[in-house]
């Protein structure tokens, strides 16, 4: 869908092998990521149960649009439910694995978190799903052809509704 673009997440979480600045997130300090709150940089930011924070930043918004694309956000529920208070005409999607046990079974198999992390993160995807019927839509994770034409139905009936012009 070219008229989108991803917006790059900020993120005070450590860099990983093959990752770089700008391209899967933007790599801040926890200095630089407090300042940027405080100047009220952040459109909308979380910290993570384990310690990390991350959020999207405004300037990302802004280039995204002045670029005459649309910004397509990859957040954590409670940054989702966030843009969704702020920003008029916002549509959310909650992408959910098929269950719990196959979730659990997704993330061991990334292999990015050890086992604390794991558990860490199951903790809050039991309190995010609890949180499903804030979105617009939910649509579930089983098949992914399936799933990824559902989501492009989706923001094409949104991108239409809006003229193409849809906000974040």
Do not use: C
Request: no cysteine; charged share 35%; hydrophobic share 40%.
């Amino acid at each position: 869908m070219p008229e989108l673009e991803l917006a790059v997440s900020a993120t005070t979480r450590e860099r990983r092998p093959g990752e770089l600045d700008g391209r899967e997130y933007w790599f801040m300090s926890d200095a630089e990521f407090d300042s940027r709150v405080r100047d009220g940089a952040f459109l909308e930011y979380v910290t993570h149960a384990w310690g990390a924070r991350a959020g999207t930043l405004v300037s990302e918004i802004d280039r995204i649009r002045a670029g005459s694309r649309v910004p397509l956000l990859d957040l954590e529920t409670e940054g989702a439910l966030r843009v969704q208070r702020l920003v008029p005409g916002a549509v959310t999607i909650f992408v959910k694995a098929p269950t719990f046990d196959e979730l659990e079974r997704r993330l061991r198999e990334r292999a990015t978190e050890s086992a604390g992390e794991i558990g860490v993160r199951l903790d809050v995807a039991r309190h995010q799903l609890e949180l499903e019927d804030a979105f617009d839509h939910v649509v579930v994770n089983d098949d992914l052809e399936r799933a990824v034409d559902e989501v492009e139905a989706i923001v094409r009936r949104a991108l239409n509704a809006a003229g193409t012009m849809a906000r974040p």
